[in-house]
């Protein structure tokens, strides 16, 4: 396996195209099974380099890790997550994605691979997240991620909501509100992912 040389971010970003996805397949341990092309022209990687190597090679030292400690833990616990994520390009640059995730089981009903789509969130969704993550950092970097987390618990608990609800919340931000049981209950069971690109 190749050793990767991070790259050293710069303060300019790659802006998605709303209608494109990116995909990978990992297996349970974040290795990159599969990457298709629209992943590949976004972060710069060919496929030689990108298959086989960790997916947190394109993980951007701005994000806090106790998010990708959440990520990881939902996944092993077969469970989806929706979370906003800042990468980090071959080149430097950075770009966000909401990410949706499909856990793959086998027989035994273990985790047997995982496969991840990415799109671009809501502009306003990546300035309201920025300001959290950016405190989630720097009490990591000061007080360990521990504490990170638990910070990001008290944050959550005085909303009221889960990390997932939080993030459904800013991404729907402008979005009227409906208050009739059916449209909630309807929303409920299509998804983030689904209901932002459909």
């Known amino acids: 396996m190749a050793i990767f040389k991070r790259p050293t971010p710069v303060e300019e970003e790659i802006i998605l195209d709303p209608e494109k996805t990116i995909m990978s397949k ?16 976004i972060c710069g990687y ?20 106790v998010i990708f400690k959440w990520l990881w833990q939902r996944l092993r ?5 929706h979370a906003l994520v800042k990468n980090l390009a071959k080149d430097g640059r950075y770009y966000w994605v909401i990410t949706d995730f499909e856990v793959k089981l ?12 990415r799109k671009a969130p809501p502009r306003t969704t990546i300035a309201i997240v920025k300001d959290l993550y950016k405190k ?14 638990k910070y990001l618990v008290g944050f959550l608990e005085e909303k009221g909501m889960t990390y997932d609800e939080y993030i459904e ?14 449209d909630l209950q309807y929303h409920k069971r299509k998804g983030l992912f689904v209901r932002l690109f459909r």
Do not use: W
């Open 26 to 41: 990992t297996n349970p341990k974040g290795i990159i099974e599969y990457a298709n092309d629209y992943f590949m022209n």
């Open 46 to 65: 060919e496929e030689h380099e990108l298959i086989g190597q960790p997916h947190n090679v394109i993980r951007h030292p701005d994000m806090p890790k």
């Open 77 to 81: 616990d077969k469970k989806n997550i």
């Open 106 to 117: 086998n027989d035994m009903g273990e985790v047997n691979s995982l496969f991840a789509r």
């Open 136 to 149: 989630l950092l720097a009490i990591e970097k000061a007080q360990g991620v521990e504490v990170s987390e």
């Open 169 to 182: 919340d800013i991404c729907f931000l402008n979005q009227p509100k409906s208050n009739d049981l059916k």
